[in-house]
């Protein structure tokens, strides 16, 4: 988990140090609609590159822990999906937004509020579900900092929260990384379905990578919208 959390930090950041100096003109000139419009942008570029890899390693969770950690550690893989559903929520980010809008005051009392909340349901959970009930309580505030820090951008730029992010496009990075992956373990399962951790996740990543590129030739995911979404 700590590795994937790093790839989608790596990914968040470099795009924030690509958009910010722009959004810091957009905002100094008034020009709240091109901030938030950058950050839409930055956002599609991430879901681009994180959404495939959080599928992945959702799907083979198991051989990823085995590679890693070893099979004695193999009940981890349910903390480590519940918590890649957590890391799919921060791929959305808001952070740059709410430091141009000077509201680091508004996001600390939220933080606080959904750190009381998150460790009472990690422990209720931990108690129902056993150890992938501890990650719940994190997964949740995750999702609610989200959604609240969403409300806030919405109305302090008066625009909806259906225009704040291009969701649609968002989603269909979703569904292109779930169905790669699914795809991927449907040829692993039926090809490899003995063969040691490192076999099975190399096989899949390039089952993975030839049907999340083959997707986006079907639906017309090419160069020329990957060109409108980077300039």
Not at 17 to 23: E, I
Not at 64 to 70: A, C
Not at 189 to 200: D, I, M, N
Not at 217 to 231: E, H, K, M, P, Y
Request: glycine share 8%; hydrophobic share 55%; net charge positive.
């Amino acid at each position: 988990v700590a590795v994937v959390e790093r790839l989608v930090n790596l990914c968040r950041q470099s795009m924030n140090y690509a958009f910010l100096p722009t959004m810091s003109r957009c905002h100094a000139d008034g020009d709240i609609t091109g901030m938030v419009e950058l950050n839409r942008r930055a956002n599609v570029i991430v879901g681009t590159l994180i959404y495939p890899l959080l599928a992945f390693a959702f799907v083979f969770s198991e051989e990823i822990v085995t590679l890693v950690y070893t099979a004695t550690y193999i009940e981890a893989a349910p903390v480590m999906r519940l918590y890649i559903l957590g890391l799919a929520a921060m791929a959305v980010e808001t952070g740059t937004v709410t430091l141009q809008l000077r509201q680091g005051r508004h996001q600390l009392i939220m933080s606080a509020g959904l750190l009381a909340l998150s460790i009472p349901v990690s422990w209720l959970a931990a108690l129902q579900f056993g150890l992938p009930g501890a990650a719940l309580g994190s997964v949740t505030a995750i999702y609610f900092d989200r959604y609240f820090t969403l409300r806030m951008m919405a109305g302090k730029t008066d625009t909806p929260i259906r225009r704040l992010q291009d969701w649609r496009s968002l989603a269909l990075w979703v569904a292109f990384g779930a169905i790669s992956a699914l795809c991927a373990w449907g040829v692993v399962e039926a090809c490899l379905p003995a063969a040691g951790a490192f076999t099975r996740l190399a096989l899949a990543g390039i089952c993975m990578a030839v049907v999340y590129g083959a997707l986006q030739v079907c639906f017309g995911i090419g160069r020329a919208q990957l060109t409108a979404i980077l300039t």
